[in-house]
């Protein structure tokens, strides 16, 4: 089985500063890794993703990850965030041919100005 | 990519009833949907995986009774909360999986349910 572990409840961070939201996971198999960003009653918005090849991974709003298996790690970030980004943040694995996505607690991302 | 659509968003209803809320993929067809459970500040929990044509597997802890399922198409899943309890209030989630090589999950926008 696996299981995901985000440490961080919460990260606040003001507008144009660097961030890292960190998650690391269990697991015996081989596995895909997730981020989601979820807003405030919405449903979750896939964010990227870690299949295969390249260990890091980048969305198209400047958000990166990278997969670390030694460390089992997939720690997301973002070089200067604003205030739109403000939202839930969720990690997620799941075994390699998607049977289930296990979810991590969530991290809470606050940007003030 | 893929969109994956819940009705209703949201719905409150009287402590005894039943609702029924529906997902739908659509521009896939989805053998395989996952409704989740989603407490306030809490993360995202399996309830059941819903099977076009066959029964439901439900994760452990989970009322089948409580929580009926239905996959009648392969654009469709039902979830209805029968004699519903304002503990049942919550988000509830469902994911389609996209039928490719890598199988991706797409998620709906969600259905906030409160029971009065």
């Known amino acids: 089985a696996q299981s995901v572990t985000q440490l961080d409840s919460q990260v606040p961070?003001?507008?144009?500063?660097?961030?890292?939201?960190?998650?690391?996971?269990?697991?015996?198999?081989?596995?895909?890794?997730?981020?989601?960003?979820?807003y405030p009653n919405q449903g979750l918005q896939l964010l990227l993703k870690y299949?295969?090849?390249?260990?890091?991974?980048?969305?198209?709003?400047?958000?990166?990850?990278e997969f670390n298996k030694s460390q089992t790690s997939f720690h997301l970030?973002?070089?200067?965030?604003?205030?739109?980004?403000?939202?839930?943040?969720?990690?997620?694995?799941s075994e390699v041919g998607f049977q289930k996505l296990v979810f991590g607690t969530g991290t809470r991302l606050l940007v003030s100005p | 990519g893929a969109v994956?659509?819940?009705?209703?968003?949201?719905v409150i209803c009287k402590s005894g009833t039943s609702v029924k809320i529906e997902c739908r993929s659509l521009d896939f067809q989805a053998t395989t949907m996952f409704w989740y459970r989603q407490f306030p500040k809490q993360s995202l929990m399996l309830m059941a995986t819903s099977n076009e044509g066959s029964k439901a597997t439900y994760e452990q802890g989970v009322e089948k009774d409580k929580f009926l399922i239905n996959h009648a198409s392969?654009?469709?899943?039902?979830?209805?909360?029968t004699s519903a309890h304002p503990e049942d209030s919550?988000?509830?989630?469902?994911?389609?999986?996209?039928?490719?090589?890598?199988?991706?999950?797409?998620?709906g926008e969600g259905s906030r349910l409160t029971v009065l």
């Open chain 1, 77 to 93: 970030r973002k070089p200067s965030v604003h205030i739109s980004d403000t939202a839930e943040y969720f990690c997620a694995v």
């Open chain 1, 51 to 65: 299949l295969s090849g390249s260990t890091l991974v980048e969305s198209i709003n400047g958000f990166e990850a």
């Open chain 1, 13 to 38: 961070v003001f507008e144009e500063a660097p961030v890292e939201l960190r998650c690391n996971y269990s697991s015996s198999v081989s596995v895909y890794l997730f981020w989601y960003v979820q």
């Open chain 2, 90 to 107: 919550s988000f509830y989630i469902c994911s389609a999986r996209e039928p490719t090589l890598t199988g991706e999950l797409f998620f």
């Open chain 2, 74 to 81: 392969l654009t469709l899943s039902t979830l209805t909360v």
């Open chain 2, 4 to 10: 994956v659509s819940q009705h209703p968003s949201r």
